[in-house]
T-cell receptor, first 109, second 112 residues
Framework: TQLLEQSPQFLSIQEGENLTVYCNSSSVFSSLQWYRQEPGEGPVLLVTVVTGGEVKKLKRLTFQFGDARKDSSLHITAAQPGDTGLYLCAGANNNDMRFGAGTRLTVKP | SQTIHQWPATLVQPVGSPLSLECTVEGTSNPNLYWYRQAAGRGLQLLFYSVGIGQISSEVPQNLSASRPQDRQFILSSKKLLLSDSGFYLC???????????FGDGTRLSIL
């Protein structure tokens, strides 16, 4: 079983601050996805990373896949209240995908 | 484009009653389909997945069952609901196992 640990579990910051959340595992993944989920809705795919060391940017969000493909980070620059939500990472390997427990982000105006 | 529909959005059921949640996908053929349960604001527990019509794999023993009567239809059922079945149920599809998944809007199930 691939275990993905996300940290921190909860994060509350002020609008305009920067933040980084992490997704770590002892397993190697063929790909890793990040999702954002708002209350009462399903998770929405943000990005997929597949190459060790890969960096992808989505506006103010920067995603990095670790060189060994065991971990990933999500950095948000100048956070806005609209970034509030549950951020989930999911790692895929051997035709199997597992989700982390998520980081609950609250951005206060 | 592909879309996924899940209904109902909310459901309140008494203990011991049956359950049927439906999920349909449009715009793709032979999708992999998944049912998840999510505890309040936390991660996803995979309940069932299906790679084709009539093919169901169960991840955890439980009071629920799943069926796939058509290529793009996935149904979550129970004959007798328990209080512990309360939760947020999500349906998802992917082009293949291990690929990015796309989720429905979920069903909030409350058991009284």
């Amino acid at each position: 079983t691939q275990l993905l640990e996300q940290s921190p579990q909860f994060l509350s910051i002020q609008e305009g601050e920067n933040l980084t959340v992490y997704c770590n595992s002892s397993s190697v993944f063929s790909s890793l996805q990040w999702y954002r989920q708002e209350p009462g809705e399903g998770p929405v795919l943000l990005v997929t990373v597949v190459t060790g060391g890969e960096v992808k940017k989505l506006k103010r969000l920067t995603f990095q896949f670790g060189d060994a493909r065991k971990d990933s980070s999500l950095h948000i620059t100048a956070a806005q209240p609209g970034d509030t939500g549950l951020y989930l990472c999911a790692g895929a390997n051997n035709n199997d995908m597992r989700f982390g427990a998520g980081t609950r982000l609250t951005v206060k105006p | 484009s592909q879309t996924i529909h899940q209904w109902p959005a909310t459901l309140v059921q008494p203990v011991g009653s049956p359950l049927s949640l439906e999920c349909t996908v449009e715009g793709t053929s032979n999708p992999n389909l998944y049912w998840y349960r999510q505890a309040a604001g936390r991660g996803l527990q995979l309940l069932f997945y299906s790679v084709g019509i009539g093919q169901i794999s169960s991840e955890v023993p439980q009071n629920l069952s799943a069926s796939r009567p058509q290529d793009r239809q996935f149904i979550l059922s129970s004959k007798k609901l328990l209080l512990s079945d309360s939760g947020f149920y999500l349906c998802a599809w992917s082009a293949a196992r291990g690929m990015a998944q796309h989720f429905g809007d979920g069903t909030r199930l409350s058991i009284l």
